[in-house]
Every structure is written in structure tokens, then in C-alpha cells.
């Protein structure tokens, strides 16, 4: 039988949870989507839980799972794939932080924890810090956007169990990393030190005299969080046997791409924001799909509406969604296997992640067609998919599109 | 509450997807099919991954499911079911594979993989090579139906990691067996031993010359794959606390019963291929539930039509389960649990096996009969028992039969 290739859609935060003020029902039932209904009226539909029922999942944990990765088993921390996003080259035993450029007082209180949201000079300030040598171990500092920094730690014997330094409050003092298990000791006096050098170099950087002399914060220390270990993959090409390119405006899902093996393709206009192009993301899809077997098509804007408690704009956000998705409709090869989802729900009530199962539609040749006939919770909980977990769903796509192998004869 | 019996019916590679030459049905959806649909009218439904959602069951991983065990504990390839599928008695540590007779030339390329589909005379090739020892390992070889054998080797510290002789290809030459793992060394020098031996004894055997004479490809090699060690199972009947029995026209699923201590019946007509005599085998099934208080009903046919890739042929093969089906209902005790499901899918359009669900309906007094009126892929995902994996079957029909023991207290 022929391979076929694979679509998979990701709508982050996509799922939501019935407001009031929408007439007790979702974002997704509250506005027409006649292409993402037609998706989920000619294909098999079900829910996915990320990692299992009522899962709180983080956006990294639910890519890991939706890549067919078992998170228990690989996720220590968000600090690689935010390190991997800003193009930092990791190697697995890498330690990495995600962090911000922030504000402190002579006392190392934060007084801002964005450093006024700082935009420009960061890449110069990042540099300053970057290449550090703490004993035997080897700073790499990159900025990301705006106040955000990624910082990763290489050298034997290190460890991502240790806290944060950031402490999350303005006020309060920048906090010392405690090692969280006692061979964590040497890395924890390797932040520790970063932090103080960091103060040091940066306090003086002109980037933050020019600041001080317009009146702004400076950016005079990075706070940390979210220790991992960049982990030893196989990568999902050689896992699973196929090509695969991904395309995500964030940086984090880039790193996500990179950390598994998935090509990063840059889509000029795509930027993880709410003014992202759709369109120019749907054509660049259509585009890998001609030379890669597997094209992931990543989306951030419903879930910052999430977040923001928007439900007016999440409803306008996947009006354009779906336009993307007639778009797509409209230029789709047949042997393409199609599937959209999401990766967690962030209910606009809840402003965060919720561990309510998020839709899945399958769509392309071969499927069990069910009766569902819209794409939205609770429609889809009808489906003939059921109720399956994250990691079911590449599993699932390996299948339709002929690509499985077989466990067992 | 009284324990009741029963009796499982398992369909090979009923499961398929949507035809566009059906319509886009199934070809169980293809058909009328009064008395499978009754059980499932009167019973619960549901669909049943072999393994897990999308992953690609074999017949034998799917059974030791079926029956209770986890494959990924005691699966290690399929060499020692088909072995006592022909009637080797195993014991846990042997190394068994699944082999050919082959036809080679001087230089040992394989010029026909199936010595021309051999059907006589294959016992008395295989005599000449059980037995044999090759240093302190023993070997038992026994002829299969047509060109297949079995071989089984015996001996101290033997390991399954070794990889095929069979080059799958004409004009390839049999291949050196390749340790995957070191421990594997003496087991992998072993079967390179038995290659050299076998051609040695089979060149000059009388029946090769026979054959030679008769201008037919003489079977002057045994081409092995699939090897696996024979695990060490605790038997269903202590287990599961309860006598078993099992109907099946192909070796390999009479080796899975004999492995996991049901007892094969023999029944005259029961020939595994499209001829089976099902009114046979359901009379025998009724017998056997006179004495045994689980019973499985194996038919082969719907996995034939679905590698054949024959739509039509799999619909008369349903019409035909189904007069069976309605022989067992007009027969059937008040006491019997019913269970009708399929090892896996294979999809006429695949030709092969596929990772889609399938249809689970469980008939017998106390079910919660559900809304469910069709036994089919997609009429069953709306049944009560909704998505479960083939372990839990084995656990829900304890469950309904009253024979479950207590997990806590």
C-alpha cells in the first residue's frame, strides 16, 4: 500500500471550556467554521488527552507527546527547547535555562522583572555574558524576544535539579539556586556565580548606562527557571522513519522541532503572535509537503487569547483559522493524511492551561468516516476515535498513512 | 453468583477501512448480517485496540493480548508458537524459528524460497534433520503445512537476538545469522552451523532426487526468521482460575493456545484456509462448553481475503461467519457469555495488517446492553464498552462470567 503524508495541525490552547457569557457554550461553538466542520464531517474524530485525563500539560510536555515521546521519560524542563528556539546548538547532558533580562536594586531586589519590557540591546547584553567560564563549566547565553534570555551550562557532571533564581515578585531578592538532590551541589554554584557575574558585567554595559540616562530600568541581571537536561532523542525521522519539517512562530516550539529532529522552516510573517500570517504559514505547508512526509503547522494566537481571558478574540482568531484551513482545503493533495488538534486547552475563563481533552479530527483516505459534523468539544466527543492520549495520535497518523510497522508477525 | 462460561470468537483480521468500491463501507458494513447484528443488538459494543490506539498488531501479539498477557513482556518473536503449532513440545529457554524449505544452487542463492511450494515429502526432509546436535545444542525440526518448518534449538544460554538466514529474495544468498546482542554469539554460530548441515543432508536426500528427476525444484535448504525464545508462562488455566479449550484451523494460533495452556481441539474440516467447515467448528465450540468453562473459536478466512486484497471474497467469508454465528445462537446455552472480536485489522486495501480498531460485542445475561443495533467498525464506537485494548477483553469477560477475583479488598 502507498505511504501517504501527513498534515498535522497544532491550534495552540485551542480548547476552552463553555462561558457564560457566550451562552454556555466554547469559543469554537460560538462562531460559524465551515472548514473545519467540513475536516471533521469527512473524517474520524475523537478527543486527546495530552498526557492522560485531566493532565494539566504544559505546551512542551504536550509536543513532546503529540510527537509520539513519552514525556515521563525525557522532560526534566523547558529551558532546552527555549534554548534550542533561540538557535543555541545543545548536546544532550546540557544543562539550559530559560530566563529574563530583569531590574534589580544594589541589593540584587528586583525592582522590574522585565527590565521595562526591554526590547533593544539585548543581543548586545546576551553577548556580554556569552562564552563565561565558571570552573570547568561553559557558559552559552543567547537573547530571545524582548526581556526573555535562554542560558545553557555545559560540563561533566551537571544536573537540572536545581531551583530557580528568578524569584517571580518584584521586591524580593534575586534568589540563590538550591540543588535539589546532592549531586545537583556543582550546578547550583555555577548559577550562583552566573548570577553574580551577570550583575557585574551587565550593571555597567553601556546598553544599560544609555538606559539609566533616558530614565529606563536596566537590564542589569538575568533571573532563571525551568532547568532541564537536554535529552538524548532518536530522532522522530529515524524513529519513525520519515522526513519531517515543522513550522511555529515561537521560539519555543522551533526548539521543540529542533530538539526531535523536525526541520524549523522560517515563514516570513509567522511570528507566534496574534498578527501572524495564516495563510502564508498554510502555503508554506503545502510547499514542505511536496518534498517532507511529515509537516507540522503550528499555531499560537488562539492560545494567547487564553491566556488573556479573551473570548471575543480567540472567537476572531479561529474565524481566521479556519480560513486558513478552507485555504489549505482548497490546494490539498490527495494522498495527504490530515490532522487538527491541539496541544492543551487554555480556557478563557481560566486565563491558563486546564486539563480538559482538546478535538482531534483525522481526515484523508481510508478513514472510518464517523457522524460528527463540527469541530468543537463537545461534537467531536461523539467521534469514532473515542477518548485517546496524546501520544496515541502520531501512532495513529503512522497507521492511516501506511507507515507503521508491524509489533509482532 | 453462579460462574458462567465462555465462549470467545475471534475473527483474523476482520477489522477494515472504508472501500470506495463499497461506497465507502466496510465490507462488514457491505452486508447483511442478521445474527451478528442480533448479538450485537442484544449485547454491549465497543472497539478494541490489539495493542494500543494505531499501533500495527501481528496475529500473535494480538492473541497473547487477547488472552491476558502483555506481549511486550513475553513477546520476543513468533518462531516458538509456530513451533508448537506443529507440535514441538517446548520448554521455556528454547530458541524456536519459523522457517521455509528452499530450493539454492551451488553457491547457496535462493532460486525458489518455496521449493516450489512443496507439499509431499516434507516430513521425511525434516526427519532427516531433527535430532541433530551441533555441539551441545540440540535440534528438533518438524515439517509445517506445505514448503513451512519449525526448528527449535535446546541447549544452556541460548538467546533469540539473532537475525534471519531467509534473504526474503531470489537469487540472494542465504544469509549468516548475526548476533544482535553479544550473549547471542554461540546461538547465531549454532544456526549458521544447522545451515551448512542442512544443506549438507538435504542435497542427496532421496526425495530431492525424486524431485530433481521429476524436473521439480529440489528442497535442498530450511531458510529461518522470526526467532524467539519459548517464554516462561504461568498457564491461563491457572491464572484466570478456569478450564480452557481452543478451536483454530492454523498452526500458529494452536501454538499460541498450547503456550498459554488452552487445549487444542482437533476438528475434522477445520483447515484454517477459505474452505474451513465453520458449521464444524461451532458445533465442536458447543461441545467443548460442556466440559471447559472458556472457550475460543478461531476462524482464519477474513485475514486470507484482506493480504489478498479481495473485498468480494471477505463479504462472502462475513455471510458465512455469520450462518455460523446463528448455528451458535440457536444452540446456546442460557449460561455462555459471548464475545465476538478480531485479533487485528487487515484492510482489503492494505493488504496487510493495520493499526485500526476492532469491533468488540459482548453477549450474556447481566450485560448493559447498549443502543448499539450493527456489528460494525463504526457502529460499535458507539457502544457502551467504548475504546478499550485487547488485555482488558480477557479481564471484562471474568468480569460479566462472575469469575474475577477481588483487586483490593
Given at each position: 500500500m502507498d505511504e501517504r503524508k501527513i498534515l498535522l495541525v497544532i491550534f495552540d490552547g485551542l480548547g476552552d471550556r463553555p462561558l457564560t457569557e457566550l451562552g454556555h457554550k466554547t469559543p469554537l461553538e460560538s462562531t460559524p467554521k465551515p472548514n473545519l466542520d467540513w475536516f471533521a464531517a469527512n473524517g474520524i474524530n475523537g478527543l486527546v488527552d495530552p498526557i492522560a485525563p485531566g493532565v494539566v500539560a504544559g505546551s512542551d510536555t504536550s509536543h513532546l507527546a503529540l510527537f509520539g515521546y513519552d514525556p515521563r521519560e525525557v522532560?526534566?524542563?523547558r529551558g532546552p527547547f527555549e534554548a534550542a528556539g533561540v538557535g543555541i546548538d545543545l548536546q544532550p547532558g546540557d544543562i539550559a535555562f530559560r530566563g529574563n533580562f530583569a531590574s534589580v536594586d544594589?541589593?540584587?531586589?528586583?525592582?522590574d522583572r522585565r527590565a521595562g519590557r526591554i526590547r533593544e540591546g539585548t543581543e548586545e547584553l546576551a553577548k556580554a555574558l556569552d562564552?563565561?567560564?565558571l570552573g570547568r563549566i561553559r557558559v552559552t547565553v543567547r537573547a530571545g524576544t524582548e526581556h526573555r534570555v535562554a542560558l545553557v551550562l555545559r560540563g561533566?557532571?551537571?544536573?537540572?535539579k536545581v531551583s530557580d533564581?528568578?524569584?517571580?515578585?518584584?521586591?524580593a531578592k534575586v534568589l540563590d539556586a538550591k540543588p535539589?538532590?546532592?549531586?545537583?551541589k556543582p550546578t547550583a554554584k555555577a548559577v550562583n556565580a552566573f548570577t553574580k557575574q551577570a550583575y557585574k558585567v551587565l550593571k555597567s554595559h553601556p546598553v544599560n548606562r544609555a538606559r539609566v540616562a533616558k530614565g529606563e530600568p536596566p537590564a542589569n541581571i538575568s533571573v532563571l527557571r525551568g532547568a532541564g537536561i537536554y535529552p538524548d532523542l532518536m530522532p522522530i525521522t529515524e524513529r519513525l522513519h520519515l522526513t519531517a519539517a515543522g513550522i511555529a512562530g515561537v521560539a519555543l516550539i522551533r526548539g521543540m522541532f529542533r530538539t526531535v529532529g523536525i526541520d524549523p522552516i522560517e515563514v516570513p510573517?509567522?511570528?507566534?503572535?496574534?498578527?501572524?500570517n495564516m495563510i502564508a504559514k498554510a502555503d508554506a505547508a503545502l510547499e514542505a509537503l511536496t518534498t517532507y512526509d511529515l509537516v507540522v503547522l503550528h499555531v499560537k494566537a488562539t492560545d494567547l487569547c487564553g491566556h488573556d481571558g479573551k473570548a471575543s478574540e480567540k472567537i476572531r482568531v479561529i474565524e481566521r483559522m479556519d480560513a486558513m484551513m478552507g485555504h489549505l482545503k482548497s490546494k490539498l493533495p490527495s494522498d495527504v493524511i490530515v490532522a487538527i488538534t491541539a496541544d492543551h486547552s487554555t480556557p478563557v475563563a481560566v486565563k491558563d492551561h486546564s486539563g480538559d481533552p482538546v478535538p482531534l479530527t483525522i481526515f484523508g483516505e481510508g478513514v472510518r468516516v464517523d457522524d460528527v459534523l463540527n469541530f468543537d468539544e463537545r461534537s467531536?466527543?461523539?467521534?469514532?476515535?473515542?477518548r485517546i492520549r496524546g501520544q496515541d495520535v502520531m501512532s495513529l497518523l503512522l497507521d492511516i498513512s501506511n507507515r507503521a510497522t508491524k509489533y509482532g508477525a
Open positions: 522532560y526534566t524542563g544594589e541589593d540584587l531586589r528586583i525592582t562564552g563565561l567560564r561533566r557532571g551537571l544536573s537540572p533564581t528568578d524569584p517571580h515578585e518584584i521586591g535539589l538532590e546532592t549531586a545537583a510573517g509567522a511570528t507566534g503572535g496574534l498578527d501572524t467531536v466527543a461523539h467521534g469514532a476515535l473515542g
